[in-house]
């Protein structure tokens, strides 16, 4: 990884509170690691984001900043409305159709194409993400804090995800790889969205 990235990394990490790392309330702390584990432990949520950072490595050069915070400001909206109740219509089955749609775009975009109509598609998702988010969110959490944990990890798997695509589109031999690798996803994302379906 080049040191660019590790820059990156470090600057979109200090755009958070540092309170939110270092306060020592039980309710707050607890709400910021529910947040920050969530989106982990979440295998359609983790494929989603890992997906939209690879993406954007992609298509290259702004979107590889844009498209990312897009999903979380997107992600942001949608967790507002999901902390005020707010019911939306086969929210799971979207999550899991996110993880077809951005595993097969991996396999089907191509580098530094225009790739401007992955925007809609990211901020659709993003909400539903989010808005699962803030529906699950547990009562005695802080939500500023649980807002700030799943953000950041948000952050860094698109970050992960970054560097997985930059990493496998610097050579032409590790083309196939990466196609594979977004089939895979998205028949994962399909296996969820059947699974959602009959539950």
């Not at 989603?48 to 992600?75: E, N, R, Y």
């Not at 803030?134 to 005695?140: D, F, I, R, V, Y």
Request: hydrophobic share 55%; net charge positive; aromatic share 8%.
């Amino acid at each position: 990884m080049r040191p660019r990235w590790i820059f990156l990394a470090l600057g979109m990490l200090a755009c958070f509170p540092a309170e939110a790392f270092a306060h020592v309330d039980r309710q707050a702390g607890a709400g910021f690691l529910s947040g920050l584990l969530h989106p982990v432990f979440g295998l359609d949520h983790f494929l989603a984001m890992l997906s939209v950072g690879i993406v954007s490595a992609q298509l290259g050069g702004k979107k590889v900043f844009i498209i990312p915070a897009v999903f979380v400001l997107s992600m942001v909206g949608g967790a507002v409305a999901g902390l005020q109740g707010q019911a939306w219509p086969l929210s799971e089955a979207g999550i899991a159709l996110s993880v077809v749609v951005l595993g097969a775009a991996i396999a089907l975009v191509r580098e530094n194409g225009g790739g401007w109509g992955v925007m809609p598609v990211v901020m659709f998702f993003g909400s539903l993400h989010g808005h699962a988010h803030g529906l699950e969110l547990p009562q005695s959490a802080d939500p500023v804090y649980y807002a700030a944990g799943f953000v950041t990890s948000t952050t860094l798997i698109h970050l992960l995800g970054v560097g997985i695509g930059h990493g496998l589109t610097r050579h032409a031999r590790y083309d196939p790889l990466l196609r594979h690798m977004g089939s895979v996803m998205a028949g994962m994302g399909l296996m969820i969205l059947l699974r959602s379906v009959a539950s």
